[in-house]
């Protein structure tokens, strides 16, 4: 007889990747009908753990506290967090059907409320409920700001590597252009912008790092749990691929998408095993999100993708993350 763990488990991947299937139709269907498809990577990022509180609702989920005591999930955090994402299904929906981009303002609206609306209920939320279903705002915080910092780091390596690599072999920047407003950007702009969309970003970590993430070391080991995440999570983009990343250049992308997912999972997964802080891993996906705007002016939609571009990326994305398996996170078992 299944457990409710198991349920829990099974009710999630359903609704991970059931809906991105679903809604991956419709996402086809919008951009050879050459809709605005920008609302459906913002829905997207609302699926892990919305499918989290779902499953945790539904089984009756309770996360025991430093006394021992059972604590119930935080049903207005979770209420909350759950209409916002029904609301940004319905603009991508409306997005296939609708001309112009009024759904995808609307979704951006939509991710600044939620943002702003679920910061507020988090601070009026007791401290027990938070720590008990891992969204304790203090957890660690030396080891999570350091590796916050170290990501931006290894960002700031892999894109300088990229330009070299690419200058080497080409003789030209291919348009890469420091952002002259660089400086402003990362003071100012940066840390506003993760205040009004980190639902977004806490919409996958909180599926991926602080759920599945343990569920599949449990079963696999902290080496091939991880790195299984990671071809999940990779998997997972697949529609975005086709339809919104690289359409003209899908087979590329794919390939870079799961090579940068395993291997940004193994950092985001070495994060999360030092700091059991589900923000240190939501903060360092909103700097991977963000930093290539601030500071390139780069965006990911409607890419063209050579395969010299997909190799070098596989093999910096490997040689800068890769090592990571070796540390002492990874040598230890369970959880």
Not at 41 to 69: C, H, N, Y
Not at 118 to 146: F, P, Y
Not at 320 to 335: H, I
Request: hydrophobic share 55%.
């Amino acid at each position: 007889m299944m457990t409710n763990d198991q349920k829990r488990l099974k009710i999630f991947l359903a609704i991970s990747f059931g809906m991105p299937v679903i809604l991956g139709i419709l996402l086809g269907i919008a951009f050879y009908g050459g809709k605005d498809v920008n609302a459906f990577p913002l829905v997207w990022m609302f699926l892990p753990a919305s499918a989290v509180m779902i499953a945790s609702l539904a089984t009756g989920k309770t996360q025991r506290d430093e006394s021992g005591e059972e604590v119930g999930p935080p049903k207005v955090f979770f209420g909350t967090f759950l209409a916002f994402a029904a609301a940004l299904i319905i603009c991508a929906v409306l997005s296939a059907w609708l001309p112009g981009t009024a759904a995808y303002v609307a979704a951006n609206f939509l991710v600044i409320f939620s943002s702003l609306v679920c910061l507020i209920e988090l601070l009026c939320m007791k401290k027990q409920r938070r720590k008990a279903w891992g969204l304790s705002l203090t957890a660690s915080w030396k080891k999570s700001l350091l590796g916050v910092l170290t990501f931006a780091l290894l960002y700031l390596i892999l894109s300088g590597l990229s330009i070299a690599a690419v200058w080497i072999l080409t003789g030209s920047m291919q348009g890469f252009s420091l952002n002259p407003y660089w400086a402003v950007n990362l003071a100012t702009a940066l840390p506003l912008n993760f205040v009004l969309s980190f639902t977004a970003f806490l919409g996958e970590e909180y599926g991926w790092r602080y759920f599945l993430q343990g569920e599949l070391i449990q079963r696999f080991g902290r080496r091939k749990g991880v790195i299984l995440l990671g071809l999940l999570w990779g998997v997972w983009h697949l529609p975005l691929n086709l339809f919104y990343y690289s359409p003209q250049t899908s087979l590329q992308s794919i390939i870079t998408q799961l090579a940068g997912c395993v291997g940004m999972g193994i950092f985001f997964g070495w994060v999360y095993l030092r700091t059991r802080n589900v923000w240190a891993v939501t903060a360092t996906h909103f700097l991977n999100n963000n930093l290539g705007l601030m500071l390139f002016g780069v965006s990911a939609a409607g890419v063209t993708l050579g395969w010299g571009d997909t190799l070098l990326s596989v093999a910096l994305y490997m040689i800068v993350y890769l090592p990571f398996l070796l540390t002492k996170e990874f040598r230890k078992e369970g959880q």
